[in-house]
């Protein structure tokens, strides 16, 4: 692995201060299993993607770790872990799909150390982007691998330039629950959405989020849910134990007295570049019986998808777990 | 530049000057030359590695050994005492756990991770545990009658705390701060 400077604030301020000193080649780490273990010891580097120079640690802020949950919602510092968000008790009773989807990230090993933060700013897995032999159009290079090569994992919808699917369970939640996330920079903190946190490849190739070079996410806030707020998950492998999905669905919704789709959100994740609001699906099922009307909305996925030599597979997968997710969630 | 740690692995401290891009698990192989802790990968999939930091199981090949300062590990070499296999490694024993041995130092302490949670696990809970290690020999069933077999032994042996399920300690950093570089350049 190349060698780093490293550097431990002990508050976020020190953390802004040192990522602003030392400009984009810094980068912080939580856990470190996807920034230490993938990409840096895989040599994952290219023009627009330099290996860090230094390291800027968050494990020693305290005040980055935690669960506080409150009427308003739940309050979860970026160094939490996974392990942490799946045997919270109060997550756990009205945020039950962030806590099934934390928990169906990789094993308990990778849990135990990887953080909510870096489950959600890690980067993608196309092979070809792991590949130190692959300069793509993500690494600064001028080409995408998978357009001509093995493409069976990659997006479906909303790919161009490059087709990467965003690969983090937790941000798929997260989305579904109307999350936003807390932003700590040199110009102060802000607070962002996201609805509006996670970009395609249109906008920056070099980039799945909004989050610049001198910034750090410090927490994430999930509004209480609705009263009976029905909430599902479900991942598709490609073995029965730990891997990243294939296609995955998040639903948070309500419905009224008579089983009608009242408010909600359904959000597909291993399908596109960002984790995918599907409002298309959403329209369809507005004020409709959502046990008689979940079929025909839920195909509506196959007029927004454009698949690939290979994968043409993950629409008829999104399509039907849509559908069962949603009537799974329903009891 | 290289940066002073202080571990305590298996109860023993023992400081040294790292390089930031040492890994956890080269440091206990390499530097403290403690070598039951195997490496398979290298990238987090296999968990021939898996030590306990703060009494909980993790990947070492994931962790820098710079992360790990102020914390304690237990590696596989911490479980036996005074030459008597404690009762994780007697399963494996008794139940044939292991055939060439190479995941078994991971896999034992995974197994001992689980059995502090949850003292009486079924076969799919163990199963669900330890899917993060990999054995490319036994086809695992045995090492799931193995750690049957250990958590039997435990229950016996604590059969009040057997009731009662363990909740993970909330890590937070304690990495002794004097020692730190500076985070302003
Ligand atoms: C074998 C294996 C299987 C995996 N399976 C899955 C899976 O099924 N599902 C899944 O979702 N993930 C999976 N992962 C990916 C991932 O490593 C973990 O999920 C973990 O949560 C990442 O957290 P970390 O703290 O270790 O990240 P780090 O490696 O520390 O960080 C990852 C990235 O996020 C940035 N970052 C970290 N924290 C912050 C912050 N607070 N503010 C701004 N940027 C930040 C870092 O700069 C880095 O670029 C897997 C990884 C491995 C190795
Ligand atoms: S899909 Fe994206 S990351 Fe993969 S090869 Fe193409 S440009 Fe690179
Ligand atoms: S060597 Fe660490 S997981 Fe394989
Ligand atoms: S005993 Fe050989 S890999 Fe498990």
Redesign the interface.
């Known amino acids: 692995?190349?060698?780093?400077?490293?550097?431990?604030?002990?508050n976020v301020r020190?953390?802004v201060?040192?990522l602003v000193?030392?400009g984009p080649k810094a980068k912080v780490i939580g856990?470190?299993?996807d920034l230490?273990?993938?990409v840096?010891?895989?040599w994952v580097q290219g023009n627009g993607m330099p290996l860090p120079d230094a390291?800027?640690?968050l494990?020693?802020?305290?005040q980055l770790?935690?669960i506080k949950v409150d009427k308003t919602g739940a309050t979860i510092g970026a160094m939490t872990?996974l392990?942490?968000i799946v045997?919270s008790k109060d997550l756990q009773k009205q945020f039950s799909l962030l806590t099934q989807a934390a928990h169906s990230v990789?094993?308990?090993?990778?849990r135990?150390?990887g953080t909510l933060g870096g489950n959600i700013n890690q980067r993608p897995r196309c092979w070809f982007y792991r590949g130190a032999e692959f300069n793509c159009y993500k690494k600064g290079g001028d080409f995408c691998y998978s357009v001509g090569g093995d493409n069976r994992y990659h997006a479906i919808i909303g790919g161009e330039l490059c087709y990467i699917v965003h690969p983090s369970d937790t941000a798929t939640a997260l989305l579904a629950l109307n999350a936003q996330a807390k932003i700590a920079g040199p110009r102060g903190d802000r607070t962002v959405p996201f609805d509006q946190y996670f970009i395609g490849p249109r906008e920056d190739v070099l980039r799945e989020n909004i989050l610049k070079a001198d910034e750090v996410m410090t927490e994430v806030f999930i509004p209480t849910p609705a009263p009976g707020t029905k909430q599902a998950w479900s991942k598709l492998k490609n073995r029965q134990?730990?891997d990243f999905a294939i296609v995955s669905v998040a639903a948070a919704f309500t419905t009224d007295a008579s089983g009608n789709w009242a408010d909600g959100r359904v959000v597909l994740g291993g399908v596109a570049p960002v984790p995918y609001r599907a409002t298309n699906i959403e329209n369809q099922l507005k004020g409709k019986n959502v046990k008689n009307s979940i079929k025909q909305a839920a195909a509506t996925i196959r007029t927004a998808a454009r698949p690939m030599s290979m994968n043409a597979y993950k629409v008829d997968v999104a399509q039907t777990m849509v559908e069962r997710t949603i009537l799974g969630a329903l009891g | 530049m290289k940066f002073p740690v202080e571990i305590t692995v298996n109860g023993v401290k023992r400081r040294s000057e790292v390089e930031p891009r040492l890994l956890l698990v080269h440091y206990l192989r390499d530097v403290l030359e403690i070598t039951g802790t195997h490496v398979g990968c290298e990238t987090g999939i296999c968990g021939a590695c898996t030590v306990h930091l703060d009494d909980e199981a993790v990947k070492s090949c994931m962790v820098l050994a710079v992360q790990a300062d102020g914390c304690s590990v237990t590696t596989v070499e911490g479980l036996a005492s005074d030459g008597t296999l404690d009762d994780v490694q007697q399963g494996f024993w008794e139940e044939h756990g292991l055939q060439c041995g190479y995941c078994t130092p991971g896999l034992l302490m995974s197994a001992h991770d689980l059995l502090r949670k949850s003292p009486n696990p079924s076969a799919e809970e163990i199963r669900r545990a330890i899917n993060g290690n990999l054995c490319r020999c036994t086809g695992y069933q045995t090492i799931v009658h193995s750690i049957q077999n250990a958590a039997q032994k435990m229950r016996a042996k604590k059969p009040a705390a057997a009731k009662q399920v363990q909740p993970a300690k909330l890590r937070t950093s304690k990495r002794k701060r004097e020692q730190r570089r500076p985070a302003t350049v």
């Open positions: 692995m190349k060698n780093f400077e490293l550097y431990e604030p002990s020190e953390a201060a040192t000193k030392i856990g470190g299993s230490v273990a993938g840096m010891k895989d390291l800027v640690d494990s020693t802020i305290p770790k935690g872990t392990t942490e045997e990789a094993s308990p090993l990778i135990n150390f134990v730990y």
